[in-house]
């Protein structure tokens, strides 16, 4: 093993979280690498000194504060939460739909006013006319295919004339 | 029978309020000594590691546990704890450059330095507390990440994965942070670690 491998295995080995084949090939480098050795050497040095500093303790009113923030933090709402209104606004939103259907349907647009049935066939017949429009009849596509009309008058002084 | 951290997560999920209060009681020291040693001030470290509870309160609803516990927890303390030094760094400086020279006593009480008494026992404590702000001061100087991995690893005895997880790197990456750290460590302690060597 060299010295750069090492770099990634000194503190696993110090902290013994290598497995036994790993921690064999470190232990045979360590025998062999003076650096390597007493770099490992110091490295627990400095592990057991920062064993030295002590713990603190969290101030006595740390779980109070805690718990005050805590207290104060607003209660979720569901999606449902949103739609329940109180029932005073509920009341009042109610009054006002119902006020302001109340406006449109007499005030508004009255619609289609219903026609009396004589009404309605009167405006049928008037609608017959379009009928007897001339353009109407010539684009008439059935008419197209009849034979031309035979002119009597033409026929008739021919007779004559013979 | 204890129950586990993530048993506990989920019945605070379920509305159980005082599951809440066991994990409070059973991670807010080491939290508050991670902060503490994070940022060095230990009104910032209590407000931090108050800021970690109500997050993980907030996120009871959403909790899943796809991680270990202590995964989520020290991750939401790294990351405060890292905001809270950049946006500090200008200031700590400032402080840092401009305040008395103190004992900095881990209770917390920062004390001025006392002319040392004659008497031996005291020399003895001063000794013991110059060694002590040595050891602190050479974490202090570690640069953030490297401290951050050095705490996890040494005080929170968290495994490789778990603190790769919550700084949010490689394993192997972490190793050679952690391997950076500990030479840094051995230069700024060489006279501890010498004296060490000899006993």
């Known amino acids: ?162 | 029978m204890t129950r586990s951290d993530v048993q506990l997560m989920l019945d605070v999920k379920a509305g159980d309020e005082q599951s809440f209060g066991l994990l409070l009681q059973r991670y807010r020291t080491p939290l508050v000594n991670f902060l503490y040693r994070m940022v060095r001030s230990r009104e910032q470290a209590e407000d931090l590691a108050q800021e970690v509870f109500i997050r993980v309160y907030r996120a009871r609803e959403e909790y899943v546990p796809s991680a270990k516990f202590t995964t989520w927890l020290f991750r939401i303390a790294t990351n405060l704890a890292l905001n809270c030094l950049r946006d500090h760094r200008h200031e700590k400086l400032e402080i840092s450059m401009d305040a008395p020279v103190t004992a900095d006593a881990e209770d917390g009480d920062e004390k001025p330095f006392e002319v040392a008494d004659k008497h031996p026992t005291i020399e003895q404590e001063l000794l013991e507390e110059d060694r002590k702000k040595m050891i602190r001061r050479a974490i202090e100087r570690l640069p953030e990440k490297q401290r951050a991995a050095v705490l996890l690893h040494k005080y929170q005895e968290l495994d490789y994965a778990e603190i790769a997880k919550i700084l949010s790197c490689s394993e192997s990456a972490l190793k050679s942070l952690l391997f950076r750290a500990y030479e840094t460590l051995r230069v700024e302690l060489a006279p501890l670690v010498a004296r060490r060597g000899t006993r």
């Open chain 1, 1 to 162: 093993m060299s010295c750069e491998r090492m770099e990634n295995r000194i503190l696993a080995y110090m902290d013994g979280r290598l497995s036994e084949a790993e921690r064999a090939e470190v232990q045979k480098h360590l025998d062999a690498c003076t650096v390597c050795r007493v770099r490992a050497t110091e490295f627990s040095s400095v592990n057991d000194l920062l064993d030295e500093l002590p713990m603190i303790e969290p101030s006595p009113g740390f779980d109070v504060r805690v718990r005050a923030r805590i207290a104060a933090e607003p209660a979720r709402q569901s999606w449902w939460d949103w739609l329940r209104l109180p029932p005073r606004v509920a009341f009042a939103s109610s009054v006002l739909l119902l006020a302001t259907m109340f406006v449109i349907y007499r005030g508004g647009d009255p619609g289609p006013v219903p026609i009396p049935p004589d009404q309605a066939d009167a405006a049928m017949m008037q609608d017959l006319s379009v009928m007897e429009d001339h353009d109407t009849l010539s684009n008439f596509e059935p008419l197209k295919e009849l034979p031309p009309p035979v002119d009597t008058n033409s026929a008739d002084d021919d007779q004559q004339d013979m």
